[in-house]
């Protein structure tokens, strides 16, 4: 059955997105399958792999139970690598949810019947605490928080923890932490290497040992529409979230090895 993570952080602009596009890229490249969730209004994941935002069924068709889910999923160009597209309409989700029946779990519900055609599903959140978040934390096995190294790193991220913990108590779900990821990190800064520290001590095991560098074509690679892997694979940025996925995937394999009846 396909893992899911959830890539969140209510903070804005601390790669999020590129995240969610540039893992499953690496992962899909590993001879994987892949689904990526582009859960955010906003479409930047969509957009970001190609797929133009048409009009066509979306993510919210199937979060208002219009249509099942793999009928709105498309194929991107990158080999493995499938979307389940957004657009502006996800923004009407938050409201329309909120008197249905199960409105926390209409994502889990939707993944359900198609876990096993996957070996990964990425789910990008969008930057805030609502029910699209909850829906996407409710349907995943762990969460994966990017952080900017820049001074106000840590704010918000308590309350996305709380949050955590809330879901994990009112819905006796055993989300775990799946690693915070230092972004956009600038060795040629003090500030950048001393929040890096701060992080490290604050976080302890659960930071990635893989830090995504500051990079300008890992800034340009979603305007063409292509993860940084087809737009310039020997770039920092494509080195960087290559060595992010054999980190998942290693911690993975050793999870499954200490665990009775797998591995």
């Known amino acids: 059955m396909g893992k899911v993570i959830a890539i969140t952080n209510q903070k804005g602009g ?13 992962l899909a490249a590993g001879d994987l399958r892949v689904l990526l969730v582009d859960s955010d209004p906003q479409g930047n994941s969509t957009t970001g792999v190609g797929i133009q935002k048409d009009g066509g069924a979306t993510l919210y ?6 249509l099942p889910l793999p ?19 996800l923004i009407a989700a938050n409201l329309e949810l909120v008197d249905l029946a199960r409105r926390e779990f209409r994502l889990q519900d939707a993944l359900a019947p198609i876990r096993t055609q996957y070996h990964y599903i990425l789910i990008d959140c969008p930057p805030a605490l609502d029910l699209l978040t909850l829906n996407a934390l409710v349907a995943a096995d762990s969460v994966l928080i990017p952080i900017q190294c ?16 809330r879901v994990r108590r009112a819905f006796g779900h055993s989300l ?8 956009m990190y600038d060795d040629r800064t003090n500030l950048t290497r001393q929040v890096a520290q701060d992080l490290r001590e604050f976080f302890r095991d659960e930071v990635f040992q893989t830090i995504i560098p500051r990079s300008i074509r890992l800034a ?25 996925a054999k980190e998942i995937l290693a911690h993975d394999q050793a999870a499954r090895s200490q665990t009775p009846g797998l591995g």
């Open 71 to 89: 009928e709105v999923i498309r194929k991107t160009d990158f080999e493995g690598l499938e979307l389940a597209p957004a657009d502006k309409n």
């Open 220 to 244: 340009e690679a979603p305007s063409h529409g292509k993860p940084i892997l087809t737009y310039d694979v020997r770039s920092r940025g494509a080195e960087s979230y290559i060595k992010l």
């Open 176 to 183: 775990k932490i799946e690693g915070v990821l230092l972004t």
């Open 14 to 26: 601390v790669g999020k997105t590129t995240t969610a596009i540039n893992l499953a890229a690496s």
């Open 150 to 165: 820049e001074f106000f790193a840590l704010e918000g991220v308590s309350e996305l923890l709380d949050t955590v913990d």
């Open 61 to 66: 068709d199937a979060l208002l139970g219009q």
